[in-house]
């Protein structure tokens, strides 16, 4: 019998099958990421990695949005918005956030990016260690609007859609595409109707739930380290 799942404030968790929909879940704020939601994402994924009810896990946002990106309305003290650290300190906190994503890219189960509405800034880099993303035709995805950083999301993008489009999404501020366009470019694996996007995701994730665990973690550790031979980590 499969365990219960944890509770969390900002972050949904909900058995489907032997699916796991993970939900990000500050829809008031456009499911902007803060530090305690970041916190609880990568918190859940270590707890679902030894979860032998679950085979298949899907990220989406509440609400129309995936995600706005960081959270820069200054309304939680000790947050991004109000943090001022120095170079020495944002790089390590950065590079943190960096290797959590890579545990997630090593997750030892398939992870499916479902993107709705908005996904920009440092939410790209989650989606992009994702193993499959289906978007929304309509989806809005892109680049922080302020010319900010040193490249901390675009090098996931090099070998998604190629360098000269990384480069065209990083130089320019506030860079945005479509989820059209995003399939098309290789960033995502498609794109559908906004309306058939869930549905969409919940068919592919529940034929993969069809193969045994053990195989499925084997195909994505062989997978990976193809990329990473090839220079993704």
Not at 57 to 65: E, F, N, P, Q
Not at 82 to 93: H, K, L
Not at 128 to 136: E, F, K, Q, R, Y
């Amino acid at each position: 019998m499969a365990k219960k799942l944890p509770t969390y404030k900002h972050l949904l968790l909900e058995r489907d099958e032997a699916l796991v929909w993970m939900t990000l879940n500050r829809p008031n704020e456009l499911n902007a990421i803060n530090r305690p939601l970041l916190g609880e994402i990568f918190d859940a994924f270590d707890w679902l990695a030894d979860d032998r009810g679950s085979r298949v896990i899907i990220i989406r946002g509440a609400g129309k949005c995936f995600s706005s990106g960081y959270d820069v309305s200054g309304k939680a003290p000790g947050e991004y918005a109000t943090e001022e650290p120095g170079i020495v300190e944002d790089f390590m906190r950065l590079r943190k956030n960096v290797m959590r994503n890579l545990d997630i890219w090593d997750f030892p189960k398939p992870v499916i990016a479902a993107v709705l509405g908005y996904c920009l800034g440092a939410i790209l880099q989650l989606v992009s260690v994702c193993d499959m993303t289906i978007c929304a035709d309509n989806a809005k995805i892109g680049f922080p609007s302020m010319p900010m950083g040193g490249g901390y999301i675009s090098p996931f993008w090099v070998q998604l859609v190629g360098i000269k489009r990384a480069k065209q999404m990083s130089f320019e501020p506030g860079s945005r595409i479509s989820g059209k366009m995003a399939s098309e470019w290789g960033w995502a694996n498609y794109s559908v109707p906004e309306a058939e996007l869930f549905d969409t995701v919940r068919a592919h994730a529940l034929r993969i739930a069809k193969v045994p665990a053990d195989v499925l973690a084997m195909k994505k550790m062989s997978l990976n380290r193809v990329a990473d031979i090839a220079g993704f980590r």
